[in-house]
């Protein structure tokens, strides 16, 4: 099974820190994506990357930034973490074959105080 | 463009009798169908997924969902529901051709003692 890696569980930052949030997938997958997730909001499109050194924006791109240096690690970057980007963040990486179904990580619940 | 929608945020159901959990799409093509189920602080688990063929899907958990193209809707089922199925679902779509899977906000799942 592929397993899908976000290095922390939870994570507390302060206002105008730089945040890295890490995500590491084990099957040579190329497509990768970012999302976070709030109540009543569901699941919204941060960013996604379908190779090394690519990225697109996705729904809500603003304040973020990816970075995307080996085909197994796709980073999420909040440049100048503010109050409003506390959420759940969840990494997933898209299956090849014929099926295009997506595996999650455990996701990264972060707190911006 | 595609879009999925979960009519219910919630549904209550009592443990052993049957449960629904609704979902309807929206593509321009063929679709590919998911399901996804995620427990407190934990990432999306993927339950089951209609690409083509027969109409009722079986999945993991006893979960199983019915591809009905004439009234657009996935709704997943189970015959006998367990406390433990207690989690938040989340319908997603996928349109041939098209990388990025759209998800529904989710219907949280309560199985009642």
């Known amino acids: 099974d592929v397993k899908v890696t976000q290095s922390s569980r939870y994570l507390v930052k302060r206002t105008g820190e730089k945040v890295f949030l890490e995500c590491v997938q084990d099957?040579?997958?190329?497509?990768m994506f970012w999302y976070r997730q709030d109540p009543g909001l569901g699941l919204r499109l941060i960013y996604f990357?379908?190779?090394?050194?690519?990225?697109e924006k996705g729904d809500i791109p603003e304040g973020y930034s990816v970075s995307r240096e080996k085909k197994e690690r796709f980073s999420l970057i909040l440049e100048s973490a503010s109050t409003n980007q506390t959420s759940m963040y969840l990494c997933?990486?898209?299956?090849?074959?014929?099926?295009?179904?997506?595996?999650f990580g455990s996701g990264t619940r972060l707190t911006v105080v | 463009a595609q879009s999925v929608a979960q009519p219910e945020d919630q549904v209550n159901v009592a443990e052993g009798n049957p449960l629904t959990v609704k979902c309807t799409y929206s593509?321009?093509?063929?679709?590919?169908l998911f399901w996804y189920v995620q427990y407190p602080n934990r990432g999306l688990q993927f339950l089951l997924k209609?690409?083509?063929?027969?109409?009722l899907v079986k999945g993991s958990y006893g979960f199983e969902a019915e591809f009905n193209k004439s009234q657009t809707s996935f709704h997943l089922k189970k015959p006998s529901a367990l406390v433990s199925d207690s989690a938040l679902y989340f319908c997603?779509?996928?349109?041939?051709?098209?990388?990025?899977?759209?998800f529904g906000k989710g219907t949280r799942l309560h199985i009642l003692p």
């Open positions: 997603a779509v996928r349109d041939l051709g098209d990388d990025k899977i759209i």
């Open positions: 593509v321009s093509g063929n679709p590919y």
């Open positions: 990357s379908y190779d090394v050194k690519m990225k």
């Open positions: 099957m040579d997958h190329e497509n």
């Open positions: 997933a990486s898209k299956w090849t074959g014929g099926a295009y179904g997506y595996t």
């Open positions: 209609y690409i083509t063929g027969d109409n």
